[in-house]
């Protein structure tokens, strides 16, 4: 017969072997309970150089984070690379949106596009209360978007602050601008001043043709044009990062679709045949003595017109769609508009016919 004591310890055995078999169990039906609240998956693409990225990361999402804490899974995606690009355009593609609505922020909610600081300020609430009431959401089954996830980032997890844009940089921003809008004014003003003047002259009034120094600014300032374009179309080529300065995000700029002409050819490209057109035209002007020596005057200036109207177009894009400006693009503008106004009077001399000539 057992004793007291063995009595006393298989019960106290008894009695921890139930208390450890309750906590356990205990747990794994806890466990349950938690996995079962919904939750939201969604992700965001940003740049690190765009403003309206910056304000969605640092007033918007906070708060929205806050509110719905653990039912709210939102990775960030970092667009910093051609790739990058050209991946989101793809994703763009796949979910119906052409090249020119897609931007950064660009905010994905199965499959719901989010784009812009407007959208997302929005609809993004509504959207997660939406899908937390019919049992959560994950993220849309897209094979490019699921080659895209593992390089994200938990917002939970993300220091802001190391990728936002510093006061140095707005500062740029601000003074590219700023650059930006003083050059569409000289090329839109300079654009009227030609106009007037070849309309002056099919009344019979030219200019007096440029000579000297006037006239040998032309190539000069052709080849300093040219060495911009082909710096330009380097870094379009190559993919590399661009040399921007104290001015400007021209790597922005570069890496947009409209770097590239028609999706295919490089703009750094066609500037570059622009001003090497310029100067063949230049010299054959001063060294031949043929029929088109003597139209290659106007033809020059009538590259020189297309160069500052394709140039006020890109300037505009910048301004408006790219929201970023490149410095090498801005010289280029100035330099061709340059181009444009000295040689004018070729073109008024060639139409100025004098009643003798008639």
Known sequence: MLNRDEIMRKALMLLITLLLVFSVSSSVKAAPVQSEQPVVHAVLFFSSGCPYCNEVLTSTLPPIQDQYQSQLSLVLIEVATLQDINNLFALGDVLGLTKEQVAVPFLLVDRTPLVGVD???????????????????????????????????????????????????????????????????????????????????????????????????IPIFAVIGLGAAIYLTYVEVTHTNAICGPVGDCNAVQ????????????????????????????????????????????????????????????????????????????????????????????????????????
């Open 255 to 358: 890496s947009s679709p409209y770097a590239k002409l028609f999706g295919l050819i490089p703009i750094g490209i066609v500037g570059a045949l622009g001003y090497i057109a310029i100067l063949v035209t230049w010299i054959w002007r001063r060294e031949r003595r043929d029929a088109f020596s003597k139209v290659s005057g106007p033809i020059m200036f009538a590259m020189a017109l297309f160069g500052t109207l394709f140039s006020i177009y890109l300037t505009y894009l910048e301004l408006f769609v790219i929201h970023a400006v490149c410095i090498w693009c801005l010289s280029s503008a100035v330099i061709i508009t340059a181009l444009m106004l000295l040689s004018l009077p070729f073109v008024t001399k060639w139409l100025a016919i004098s009643d003798d000539e008639e």
């Open 119 to 217: 959208e997302i300020n929005h609809q993004f609430s509504s959207l997660i209360d939406k899908y937390l009431s019919s049992g959560g959401l994950e993220y849309p089954d897209i094979p490019l978007l699921n080659e895209m996830l593992p390089k994200g980032i938990a917002f939970t997890s993300y220091d802001l602050y190391l990728h936002l844009v510093s006061p140095a940089k707005t500062v740029s921003q601000t003074i590219g601008t700023a650059l930006a809008w003083g050059v569409m004014a000289i090329m839109i003003i300079a654009l009227i001043l030609a106009v007037a003047m070849v309309a002056r002259a099919f009344q019979g009034k030219s200019l007096t043709e440029v000579k000297g120094w006037l006239d040998w600014a």
